[in-house]
């Protein structure tokens, strides 16, 4: 976090130049100022209407890395956010600038992302011909617009850093094209933002769950995202060391408890293996987790009859069928629990023979560990398996949206939480993954950043495949290509649509990459993998590019049981 820019840093600058920069003294230095003050970094793309606010920021030094698409601006500030706890900005122009952002925004706004977007806007007096209403389309989205002017400048800019860290939502703070410019005026108060709600630990509710837990026989605590922003997670697996309990976790807390009784991901996502211990659990506490269709298997993670126990903050937005929820801070009631239950004398974790030889906590590939799916093409779970031994361990995963997304998360381990991020699933959209995976190399340079992209979102993003390779000190790209919109292709194809749509002309990544600057290979099977660990031996800085041409016959776990479920 940087301190704030005064006009003093001008005080440098020989002669009168001080006095005479066009950046100073206006609506958008003063936004700069607060900017610098309170965000880790910022992401943009100069244009008219945020000319003087960048031209303020990296005169004056604060980070800016400078994106090729809109998008992308906001994809990299919401993957930093992911990967630091910490809030970042974003910066375009008005207009083309701000609706290239869209995608991205109702991304964050739906995963619940705080950033900032400044972005200029149409004149205070009135649209030109080219204008459209900024302000409806951000609502149009759920995401809520601040206006700068001069009387209110730093106040607002303030507004929108503290409105986004409360509601864990995005804000666009706007500057209107004839004020940016403009000095400052008399400052006018803003009315204080109202106190964010708690909600406290009832004892009643404190005592049931408690008493529920220590009846359990096979309990199962299954962490969200919510554990990680209430810093819950060491009392909560402390708890569930207590009772004797299984972990799980959503995959916006992958290795939350950092624990050899840890399960994995919950839904989609889980291994077979594994899936088959955590339906024998009779109790499920699950904490900071929404429970939504993917977390749940769609509805089959768990049989009917377990009980099942929500704890969260947030609203409900919607239980599975006989679930409890209590509403409560999560960190407070977690420390409650740990206060009135009591240790277990005997648990599953050396009573259950699945789960005392610890089989299922292998990361093997035991769904299908063949090299080759029937079509002679990679079998895309034998390479991510195989990327899981060979990758530095102290690595960010940062994954774009498709089918491929069935693999890494199964199969590849993370050191934290915040080492795996899936910028594009809230909202379903792909080709986030470079400007998501520049965003994450800047906020987590000393980890090697591994982007995991499938050939369709990989060629939708292509503009910021430079900003990743010029912003990366150590990473490594891996294009899952299946020369499909794969999908679609699983979903329609085999109902019987025409494919023609859905395929895609083989292309070679490694080679696109190594014109812009990258190491690279085509691997066609698993021994041309040895070229990365190599790579990776040498010590070298900057970035490889692995396209595995993986078999399209090959369906991720999720979509086969979705697809089974619609039959």
Partial sequence: MRTAMTSTSTDLLPGDQASTLPDEGHVSAIVADVVAERAGHMFGILGNGNAHLVSRLTRCGFPFTAARHEASTVAMADAYHRATGSIAAASTTYGAGFTNTYTTLA??????????????????????????????????????????????AAEITHRAFDLALQTVQPVVLAIPYDLATTPPATPQPLQPLPAKPVWPAEPGELDGVAAVLAAAERPLILAGRG???????????????????????????????????DLGIAGGFTRVHRLAVARQADVVLVVGASLNTFQTRYGTLFPAGTRIIRIDNEPDTGLPAGAEYVRADIRPFVDGLLEKVPAATSTW??????????????????????????????????????????LPAERSVVMDGGHFI????????????????LVGTAFQSIGLGFGSAAG??????????????????????????????????????????????????????????????????????????????????????????????????????????????ISQKVVAEYMAESMALKK
């Fill in 349 to 390: 974790r050396n009573r259950v023979p699945e789960v005392a030889e610890a089989e299922f906590r292998s990361s093997d590939p035991n769904e299908d560990s063949g090299e080759f799916g029937p079509d002679g093409r990679l079998n895309p779970r034998a390479v991510v398996a195989a990327l899981d031994r060979i």
């Fill in 227 to 261: 554990v990680v922003l209430a810093d819950a997670a060491t009392p909560l697996r402390k708890l569930g060391d207590r009772l004797g309990a299984l972990f799980m976790t959503s995959v916006m807390a992958a290795n939350a408890f950092n624990s050899e009784w």
């Fill in 440 to 549: 994450v190399s800047v906020a987590r340079p000393e980890r090697t950043t591994v982007l995991v992209s499938g050939d369709g979102g990989g060629l939708m993003g292509l503009a910021d495949f430079e900003t990743f390779i010029r912003v990366t000190r150590k990473g490594v790209v891996v294009v899952l290509n299946d020369s499909a919109y794969g999908a679609e292709l699983h979903q329609y194809a085999a109902k019987g649509l025409h494919d023609q749509a859905m395929l895609i002309d083989e292309v070679d990544f490694a080679a696109v990459g190594r014109a812009l600057g990258a190491a690279g290979t085509k691997a066609h099977t698993l021994a041309d993998l040895d070229q990365l660990e190599a790579w990776l031996a040498s010590h070298v800085e900057g970035v490889f590019v692995l396209d595995a041409a």
């Fill in 107 to 152: 991304e964050a706004r739906i995963a619940r992302i705080p950033l900032v977007l400044v972005v200029g806007d149409a004149p205070s007096t009135g649209s030109r011909p080219f204008d459209i209403d900024q302000v409806k389309a951000a609502d149009a989205a759920g995401v809520t617009t601040l206006v700068a002017r001069p009387e209110n």
């Fill in 406 to 421: 069935g693999w890494a998360p199964m199969y590849l381990s993370v050191p934290d939480p915040r080492a795996m991020i």
